[in-house]
């Protein structure tokens, strides 16, 4: 992640027995063996082992796996819809596993709430009624939890669809109506067991994007379960990825496509078209030289010269792109005796901030040959990517 956050949940050591003899279980677990062992000889299955992690305030956690992995039973023990066999989860100073029933129902009101794969909309209440009812459950008056449901309605694009029953909307609708009663809610974490899954591709990806846009203006923590590589790589921050119940890897989804940690790994990400993973900031190099906006013609002309430039991006002092000068102009502005390069900067070039996918860069070189500008928010030029570094990062990626 780009900037440091708070941490909002604490995962350490957490492990799920399912059968009566969970003791025995972790022993032989501690001796060095795997389900598969445990389960033969015990009849107990090992759901999750010695998982640790860290749930940053504001991020999209993705925890993905093959099924049988544990996701589920991981995103349930998080909110304790599965009691835990050992092992914290802590959240805001709290210590789920040892709250008292009292307790844990206050916990899950002020920090999870839950969106399912199927839905779980009342088919016989209105979209404004089944976003009301976690409200509703709470004692919240009806005048608040209108107004409440009613702005979540339109965070989610359903503003106009309050008084619609649930079989009238899509299926993208109607997981959109989930959306918004989770958000309702107001509790400090999203949880999202495989959400997109029961929809078709093309509303999973509109609901994919919906949710990035949703999250850039809510920063809401959301932990997300998948079992889809593209869609986890797609909305991620972080990736966790899990295999028989063990964490196998964490990381962005670019360490985890560039640095897979085994070949597990390695097979599971295989056939991904890296062009859409790795970002202009993989490919892009160092700015060699830039002009400033009151150097002359001349001057511009000698710093080209000097750095095997054919051309040069012209910057305030503070480094914010102005514009670009190419050779031809500017030799030709020395040869007319001009004292400014004010009559020579032009914008005919492309800027992309540092997160642009490499995909998208190819049909961005000019037939000039100028290379792609790569700029912050504030127009501050960071470097530069030509079309020959975009190769090569893409070979390098492809051969590691």
């Avoid at 445990?38 to 993705?62: A, H, K, P, R, W």
């Amino acid at each position: 992640m780009s900037e440091k956050r708070p941490v909002k949940i604490q995962v350490r050591g957490l492990s799920k027995v399912f059968g009566n003899q969970p003791k025995k279980a972790l022993e032989l677990r501690d001796q060095g063996q795997k389900r598969p062992e445990i389960l033969e000889q015990t009849g107990q299955t090992l759901g999750l082992s010695n998982i640790d992690f860290d749930v940053y305030e504001g991020e999209l956690l993705v925890i993905m796996g093959l099924s049988g992995s544990g996701k589920s039973t991981l995103i349930r023990c998080l909110n304790r819809l599965i009691d835990t066999t050992e092992g914290d989860i802590i959240i805001d100073g709290e210590n789920i596993p040892t709250l008292s029933t009292k307790e844990l129902l206050e916990c899950r009101r002020r920090h999870f709430s839950m969106v399912f794969q199927n839905f779980a909309l009342f088919p016989h209440r209105t979209v404004q009624q089944n976003t009301e009812y976690g409200l509703e459950i709470r004692g919240v008056d009806k005048a608040e939890r209108t107004e409440t449901a009613r702005n979540s309605l339109k965070q989610v694009g359903l503003d106009g669809w309050e008084d619609a029953m649930p079989s009238q909307l899509s299926g993208g609708m109607q997981q959109r109506v989930g959306l918004a009663r989770a958000l309702a809610n107001d509790s400090s974490v999203l949880l999202m067991d495989e959400a997109f899954s029961a929809l078709d591709p093309l509303i999973r990806k509109d609901m994919q994007q919906e949710l990035l846009e949703l999250q850039h203006r809510m920063k809401k923590t959301t932990v997300f379960i998948t079992h889809d590589l593209d869609e986890a790589l797609n909305i991620g921050d972080r990736i966790i990825l899990l295999k028989d119940g063990e964490i196998v890897q964490i990381g962005t989804p670019e360490e985890i496509l560039t640095s897979p940690a085994d070949e597990y790994v390695e097979r599971f990400i295989e056939g991904v078209d890296m062009s859409r993973i790795l970002t202009a900031r993989h490919a892009m190099r160092p700015v060699r030289a830039t002009a400033r906006e009151d150097d002359g013609p001349r001057t511009a002309l000698r710093k080209m010269s000097e750095n095997g430039l054919d051309s040069i991006y012209v910057t305030s002092r503070d480094r914010k792109l102005i514009g670009l000068i190419d050779a031809d102009s500017a030799d030709k502005a020395v040869k007319e005796g001009q004292q400014s390069i004010d009559s020579l900067i032009h914008q005919d070039f492309r800027s992309v901030s540092p997160d642009e996918p490499l995909h998208n860069l190819f049909a961005m070189f000019s037939d000039k040959g100028f290379p792609i500008a790569v700029v912050d928010e504030e127009r501050r030029l960071l470097g530069v990517v030509v079309k020959g570094a975009v190769l090569a990062e893409l070979a390098e990626a492809g051969d590691n």
